[in-house]
């Protein structure tokens, strides 16, 4: 099995201790970044439905999104592949996940609220392929909706096979954690202090409750609110972030001169690095 990151220039580092923490397993890992995609970064600035409502697809921290579903129209053979985000973490062996991923016409991933997730999916590429240019050009033409393809409504449903959750773990770790990921945005460990970069897509009436509970001095949803990234809540996560960055570092996966012009470039916050094994 063969694992693509989907990733940006905001994201790449990240993406490169990620590609780090999978290789340490033994797999074989490529970053694809959207900056080198010229049939979707061509969509930048142009308008879109998600959710209904009309957006405009931005080069911020989560351009990279759609490029999940281009990734399979880019690999020339049919060997098993998993497609994951740039902030999604290895912690332990995936054997077991290899044999429970071997029908070559499923896709396998996790579900929440019983609805597939795509952020980390799992397959062969010739049931994992969409005609990429075809929806695409439907999505920025209004014809489709950006949850239809994220929610993997453009697969039959037949098809997609749900997984355990310790194989997609969302901001947690537990002694069954095999891949965490980090996907509440504003507290990536290595945004820590940084202003945010990216768009909220949060209902209005919910923006305004946490607002009003802000202003009364009662306990509000501070990621909602927030102009700055967070230090993540859970410690472990946290830690464990810090020691795999530190990890990457004596590797020489990654460089003090590749965090600190990071750093200069505000894709990798101050906050974070000072607590890396650097010299500032």
């Not at 880019?74 to 902030?87: A, G, R, T, Y």
Request: charge should be positive; include cysteine.
């Amino acid at each position: 099995m063969k694992i693509f990151i989907q990733s940006n220039r905001y994201q790449f580092t990240a993406a490169k201790v990620a590609k780090f923490s999978f290789e340490k397993f033994g797999y074989t890992c490529k970053i694809v970044n959207i900056e080198d995609e010229v049939r979707l970064k061509k969509y930048f600035n142009k308008k879109y439905l998600r959710n209904n409502k009309i957006k405009t697809f931005k080069d911020d921290l989560q351009s990279f999104t759609l490029l999940r579903f281009l990734i399979p129209e880019l690999v020339d053979n049919n060997e098993k592949i998993m497609i994951i985000d740039p902030d999604v973490f290895a912690l332990k062996s995936l054997n077991k996940l290899e044999e429970i991923t071997n029908n070559q016409n499923l896709i396998y991933c996790t579900f929440y609220n019983n609805k597939p997730r795509s952020e980390v999916m799992i397959g062969y590429p010739n049931i994992l392929k969409i005609n990429f240019d075809k929806y695409i050009e439907k999505l920025f033409n209004f014809k489709i909706d950006y949850m239809d393809i994220i929610g993997m409504d453009i697969y039959n449903k037949k098809s997609i096979v749900e997984i355990p959750k310790i194989y997609n773990q969302h901001d947690h770790i537990n002694n069954d954690t095999c891949i965490l990921h980090t996907t509440q945005r504003i507290t990536q460990p290595w945004k820590y202090g940084l202003k945010i970069d990216f768009e909220r897509h949060i209902g209005k009436k919910l923006l305004l409750i946490n607002y009003i509970k802000k202003l009364l001095f009662m306990k509000y949803n501070k990621n909602f609110l927030s102009s700055y990234y967070l230090k993540h809540g859970d410690d472990e996560v946290f830690n464990f972030i810090i020691n795999l960055f530190n990890n990457a570092l004596s590797k020489k996966i990654i460089s003090n001169e590749e965090l600190i012009k990071s750093m200069e470039l505000n894709y990798i916050g101050k906050k974070f690095v000072e607590r890396l094994n650097i010299a500032l």
